[in-house]
């Protein structure tokens, strides 16, 4: 059972342009919706997050909105550049006794071309 | 500065030759997770410590086991592996509640 799904699985963009990547939910016990980004042969590194009780949240160039009615969050990436390119896999997690665990969709595989 | 240092970054085993993965942070961080991520898929949760609390995933087969000697250091002991243990090894740690993963820069494994 996919508990966290995610989509495009891949994704090409000119430099300059808004990368959006789609993820939607079932649990809704979820209280905390992490992006991760990862290069090839490096781990997966935080790239910004969102608690429930907010509808949007601004990084610099990146944003996560998140639809809590429809069990949806989304990555928008502005101004999109080649060092951009990376796996980006969005998550949920639920506090379990304390700790998280964390559920992580299949990933995006963004290429930014030049 | 690493925060989550995973060790060896590359590892080669036999079929069925049990191996040990490390991890140690300097974080001093309650919970460490271990995932095992296959080519182009998502990280997938073998277990996680809370402290000294040992939490298994269901699915997780029971040729994996871990061990949590402190707060610094986790292993993952594949007892016999096969060709589909073949994956790059995450470690991460948080602080526990809904707060960041930090991981490692994992270990590859590689099965012959």
């Known amino acids: 059972q996919q508990q966290v799904k995610q989509s495009p699985q891949s994704l090409i963009v000119q430099k300059g342009g808004i990368s959006i990547i789609n993820c939607a939910y079932e649990?809704?016990?979820?209280?905390?919706f992490p992006w991760y980004q990862q290069f090839p042969g490096k781990g997966p590194a935080l790239l910004i997050a969102i608690r429930p009780d907010v509808s949007e949240k601004k990084e610099g160039r990146f944003t996560i909105s998140f639809n809590k009615s429809a069990k949806q969050f989304s990555l928008h990436i502005m101004d999109s550049q080649p060092g951009d390119s990376a796996t980006y896999f969005c998550a949920a997690s639920a506090t379990q006794g304390g700790s998280e665990k964390l559920v992580f969709g299949k990933g995006t595989k963004l290429t930014v071309n030049p | 500065d690493a925060m989550v240092i995973q060790n060896p970054r590359y590892q080669v085993t036999q079929f069925g030759k049990p191996v040990t993965l490390s991890c140690s942070q300097t974080l001093n961080h309650n919970v460490m997770y271990w995932y095992q991520q296959k080519s182009s898929q998502a990280p997938k949760l073998l277990f996680h410590y809370y402290d000294k609390d040992f939490n298994n995933e269901a699915d997780t087969p029971d040729n994996f086991q871990s061990r949590r000697p402190n707060t610094s250091f986790c292993f993952l002991d594949i007892r016999s592996p096969g060709l589909g243990d073949a994956a790059m090894y995450l470690c991460?740690?948080?602080?526990?509640?809904?707060?960041?993963?930090?991981f490692g820069q994992g270990t590859r494994l590689t099965v012959v």
């Open positions: 991460a740690t948080s602080s526990g509640g809904r707060t960041e993963a930090f």
């Open positions: 649990n809704t016990a979820f209280d905390y």
